[in-house]
């Protein structure tokens, strides 16, 4: 079935500098790709998402980009702030359908001050 | 997006009991989910609660175990039966449309002893 791979699980940067993660997916007809950021406590959070016909979208300081070819997707964040801490998912499925999203393993953010 | 909300936030139960935990949503929505998040860990999908007629199950997880109701098309249940400490986890709610991205409630942090 579908898988999708999250890495790092645990990423710690220094604040003002870059964080990046990646995510692998398994499933060729998955066109339809999620970001949620999850706050101690709280709900999975929604922050961008892209669709397969994007290979890149930008939201302020946090951008998402895709390689379709290679089955894989990235969530990029600039210039890092305290806020950012948290648990990242990225996740996978077939738009038309908005079920069965499946979602990576997770990766623990954590900003340094 | 839609505003969701559980109840209760959080509970402790013993062992054999069962627990209900509503999801409220303030607008109609197509569908709604529930997922299971164990500690630490990613989210898994346990079924499609359809208004209107019986859930929808993903492999691993049975009705006998986590009964769901959908009266209508702002409210579904889930009820956790004969709780066991595995079964200790936060239960999240979530909505979504078909061709829409899907939006989560703030949880239900369950702890069963």
């Known amino acids: 079935g579908e898988n999708v791979e999250q890495h790092p699980s645990t990423l710690s940067v220094q604040e003002g500098d870059s964080a990046v993660i990646k995510c692998t997916y398994s499933?060729?007809?998955?066109?339809?790709f999620p970001w949620y950021k999850q706050e101690l406590g709280k709900g999975p959070q929604l922050i961008i998402d892209?669709?397969?016909?994007?290979g890149e979208k930008k939201d302020q300081r946090i951008a998402v980009t895709l390689n379709k070819t290679a089955k894989h997707f990235s969530l990029h964040i600039t210039e890092t702030q305290p806020e950012d801490s948290a648990v990242y998912f990225c996740?996978?499925?077939?738009?038309?359908?908005?079920?069965?999203?499946?979602f990576g393993s997770g990766t623990r953010l954590s900003i340094r001050p | 997006s839609a505003v969701i909300s559980q109840k209760p936030s959080r509970d402790i139960c013993q062992r054999g009991t069962s627990l209900t935990i509503q999801c409220q949503v303030d607008?109609?929505?197509?569908?709604m989910f529930w997922y299971r998040q164990q500690p630490g860990q990613s989210l898994t999908l346990i079924a499609t609660?359809?208004?209107?007629?019986?859930?929808?199950?993903e492999s691993g997880f049975v009705i006998d175990k986590f009964p769901i109701s959908r009266p209508n098309l702002t409210f579904s249940t889930l009820t956790v039966s004969n709780m066991s400490p595995e079964d200790s986890s936060i239960y999240l709610c979530?909505?979504?449309?078909?061709?829409?991205?899907?939006?989560f409630g703030p949880g239900t942090r369950l702890t069963v002893l």
């Open positions: 979530s909505v979504g449309a078909p061709g829409d991205t899907q939006y």
């Open positions: 499933d060729s007809a998955s066109n339809y």
């Open positions: 892209i669709r397969s016909n994007v």
């Open positions: 996740a996978a499925s077939r738009y038309s359908s908005a079920s069965k999203i499946i």
């Open positions: 607008s109609q929505v197509t569908m």
């Open positions: 609660a359809n208004q209107g007629s019986e859930a929808t199950y």
